[in-house]
């Protein structure tokens, strides 16, 4: 692909380009049996993530949504990593917007006063717990959770970012 990689804060007009983004890949890579109105978050993401210490971040190619992260504070100076989603044309290291992606949210996390980056994932999604491990996320049990992490019915892997030991 060629283009410019822009990563910004989300804006109303990235609405559908985020679900036209999210959806194929739960739905077509993954199996997943899921609508967008079974992921009321898309429908409200200022709302939901944009609140708070959290935030919303999308990957523009040309006017396109090629990628999606968001930071939702869930209080006491911690935070949940939510849909990270990268087109599949856009994936790996030459093009570095998932790691584009993520480095934006942990820099901003840090300037917000954020300790820690929970996040949740599936066991099926082997290459993001290579990518999360490869940049400083250490896997933790689901007991070790705080109590205001949002679970997903699929998540089955969990990992955590302690951005206060990496000052």
Known sequence: MTGTIEIASFEAEDQQGVIDLILPIQ???????ITAEDQPDLAAIPAF?????GDFWV???EDRVVGSIGLKDIGNDQAAL?????AAPFRGREH???????QRLLDEA???????????TTDRFLAAHRFY???????????????????????????????AAAL
Request: charged content about 30%; proline content about 1%; overall charge positive.
């Open 59 to 61: 990957a523009r190619c």
């Open 27 to 33: 739905r077509e890579e993954f199996g997943f049996a």
């Open 110 to 120: 840090r300037e917000r006063g954020i300790r820690d980056v929970f996040l949740g």
């Open 96 to 102: 570095g917007v998932a790691a584009g992606l993520l």
């Open 82 to 86: 939510r849909k990270m989603f990268v």
């Open 49 to 53: 993530y944009q609140s708070g210490k």
């Open 133 to 163: 491990e490869k940049h400083g996320f250490v896997e933790i049990a689901k007991a070790e959770l705080p109590e205001s992490f949002l679970f997903m019915a699929v998540d089955t892997k969990f990992y955590v970012f302690r951005l």
